[in-house]
């Protein structure tokens, strides 16, 4: 009975009404962020994993009938005459073509946001933020402009062939539009900062007499920079590659503008199934897969990067 | 006092004319000016001083990883200054340790000799006698962030002997430590210094730790070196005043030179009392001069004597160990007497009381400045 030992039982009751209230408080303070996963995120995926298994309707839309026609097609085709099932060239090139695509821009972003993000940490402290503010001036323009910038420096009478032929150097104009360089260049312009700002966010706190230890015990600057600097900057490096590879996977207008109707990107393949092409399911099936293949490079991808991985804190 | 040794044993380190400034324009400091040191081989030296004297500047110029504004820094008589620092057969032990946080233990201590491109076996091998040494053999696949401080200090240690340096830079390395971590430290590098026979350069602020482990001492302040010597003689015969003051406590008295006879000088004091007084090496002292004696260098006398100081007892601070008395002498300036405790001693003075001070033999010492 609760009487033989009232004030350890009242004790233990509120505590354990204090613990109850404790958890509604937690599920009532995170419900704006539940309620926008849930009908932003989560909602919309699903409707687009059910559409992918149902059939399309003749002007868009979709017919509820289940078929498994949608999966069908991302991978093989059937010539219209014979009936006879090949692979769907098409769908197969325009995904290597954005795995490729992307892995480069992630790979040259790499190669250049590495050395400007530590020569940015490396700046006084004063002259961080201005440089940094320079990093994201680009963010402020939009995605459009931007892109119709870099079509008029890389065009056949843009700035670059321009100047080229005026110094005698090609006497042609170099073709870069309307080619997987273009569309590279493209996303490279677009989504530099993002690898940018997470590099130079984890070596802003890279303690530098670290590097002087490196340095101590024989370290030449190569050394330092694969044994010391590489290790402990690597949350950063990982940050700033996915931050760039997703978003190239996906690219829409980048490739739109920049590689012409004939250099298509995935992106703009599952545009076409919910615009011209009237396949909702399709769209929707092809929307998966490139989830599907992100998920699967960035699980590749953390797990190989985080084999040597320290763990923090 | 430095260069007169200097023959003895063969000099490791020196700095020529060494300065450093840092910026330029308006805003450049100059952290060190025209320094000259010679420090021996298999030495415990100590670069002793405030922050901001310079010491630190001076350790890293001998590491490398700043390069002196003028003058040279010569290891065993080869000038190292453009060297840079993976180039430099010296280590050091960082002042936070800097050890690299995403390797063992025995991976930090074997890096310096991995990038030396010594074979595997041989780096195991050294890995092993190292952390022998350091006494850590059971924290040998740790990650460097699963140790204590203490520990750390070890690996740091232990990380920058492995090389085999020809010079071994400590920079406080001590000062993270809490106390008794401290003490059991100093004697750890004491030993590990006697075992190894690398010359040591340390680099600290603490005085007490300065004394109870160098051989020899700088005494530094804002760029300049203003004493060499050793924990001896830098705490009996101080030539300068900073020197006196930034080492232990120190009374100050003023008085006139009477006559200087080879390194003694019979001083008269404004205090009332004749004393002999050392005389630091090339001053020529005359006319009105500081002495300093040390506070245990004196001593109170119930009944004094007749070429004892007079005075009043103006406060008396028990430490346990001894006791400080804060006496005002008659002519005016304050005095302290530092007095051991022995059994049955010291109780006999009260606050208030007249007592008289007597200076010690070889007790005092003139002031350069």
């Known amino acids: 009975m609760a009487v033989d030992n009232p004030p350890l039982t009242r004790a233990a009751e509120v505590a354990a009404a204090a613990d109850r209230q404790e958890i509604r408080n937690r599920w009532f303070l995170a419900s704006p962020a539940l309620f926008i996963i849930f009908f932003a995120a989560i909602g919309p995926l699903f409707i687009v994993l059910v559409f992918s298994f149902l059939t399309p309707a003749d002007y868009g839309g979709v017919v509820w009938k289940p078929s498994g026609q949608a999966w069908f097609q991302v991978l093989f085709q059937k010539d219209i005459f014979d009936d006879t099932t090949t692979f769907a060239d098409a769908h197969l090139s325009i995904l290597w073509r954005s795995v490729k695509l992307s892995f480069f821009t992630t790979l040259i972003a790499l190669a250049f946001g590495f050395p400007t993000a530590y020569f940015i940490s490396t700046r006084p402290e004063k002259s961080r933020d201005i440089w940094l503010f320079l990093i994201t001036i680009p963010f402020w323009t939009n995605l459009l402009i931007r892109t119709f910038a870099v079509q008029e420096v890389i065009r056949n009478e843009g700035i670059f062939n321009t100047l080229l032929m005026k110094l005698g150097i090609i006497s042609s104009p170099i073709q870069i539009m309307f080619t997987d360089v273009a569309i590279m260049l493209g996303m490279l312009y677009v989504y530099l900062p993002l690898m940018v700002l997470p590099l130079y966010a984890s070596m802003e706190k890279l303690d530098f007499r670290l590097v002087e230890a490196g340095y101590d015990l024989y370290a030449n600057r190569f050394q330092v920079l694969r044994r010391v600097i590489i290790p402990l900057v690597k949350p950063g490096i990982i940050a700033g590659s996915i931050l760039v590879f997703i978003p190239s996977l996906g690219a829409y207008v980048t490739p739109r503008v920049l590689g012409g109707g004939k250099n298509m990107m995935l992106g703009n393949l599952i545009e076409l199934q919910f615009g011209q092409g009237r396949n909702w399911p399709l769209g929707a099936a092809l929307s998966i897969t490139l989830m599907a293949i992100v998920m699967i490079a960035l699980m590749i991808y953390v797990r190989s990067a985080g084999r040597s991985e320290m763990r923090h804190g | ?369």
């Open chain 2, 1 to 369: 006092m430095g260069r007169a040794g200097s023959g003895e044993r063969r000099s490791a380190i020196e700095a020529i004319g060494v300065s450093k400034v840092f910026g330029n324009g308006d805003d450049a400091v100059r952290a060190l000016d025209n320094v000259d040191v010679t420090i021996r081989e298999n030495e415990f030296f100590t670069l002793l001083g405030p922050s901001g004297c310079g010491k630190t500047t001076l350790l890293r110029l001998i590491a490398g990883f700043d390069f002196p504004t003028e003058g040279e820094i010569r290891l065993y008589g080869e000038d190292i200054a453009p060297l840079p620092p993976f180039k430099r057969p010296v280590n050091t032990v960082f002042q936070n340790y800097a050890l690299f946080p995403h390797m063992t233990v025995a991976q930090n201590i074997g890096f310096g000799l991995e990038m030396l491109g010594k074979p595997k076996a041989e780096i195991d091998a050294r890995i092993s006698e190292m952390l022998k040494l350091v006494r850590m053999e059971e924290l040998r696949n740790r990650r460097t962030s699963q140790i204590s401080g203490g520990q750390q200090q070890r690996v740091a240690l232990a990380r920058a002997l492995a090389p085999r340096p020809k010079v071994l830079l400590l920079d406080e390395p001590l000062s993270a430590l809490d106390f008794k971590l401290r003490k059991d430290m100093q004697i750890e590098l004491k030993r590990l210094q006697h075992e190894t026979g690398i010359t040591f350069i340390f680099v600290t602020h603490d005085q007490e730790e300065a004394l109870t482990m160098s051989d020899r001492i700088a005494v530094m302040s804002k760029g300049h070196i203003l004493q060499i010597g050793s924990p001896r003689d830098i705490y009996d015969r101080p030539a300068e005043r900073f020197v006196a003051n930034f080492i232990g406590d120190t009374n100050f008295l003023e008085g006139q030179v009477k006559e200087v006879h080879g390194s003694k000088a019979r001083i008269a004091l404004n205090a009332g009392a004749e004393v002999e007084a050392g005389i630091s090496e090339g001053a020529n002292p005359q006319g009105n001069v500081t002495i300093v004696v040390r506070p245990e260098h004196a001593a109170i006398q119930a009944r004094p004597g007749a070429d004892a100081l007079k005075g009043t007892i103006e406060n008396i601070v028990y430490f346990g160990t001894d006791t400080h008395f804060h006496i005002k002498l008659a002519s005016g300036p304050h005095f302290i007497v530092r007095q051991q405790n022995r059994h049955g001693a010291g109780e006999e003075f009260k606050t208030g009381m007249p007592v008289g001070v007597e200076i010690g033999q070889n007790a005092a010492q003139v002031l350069k400045d």
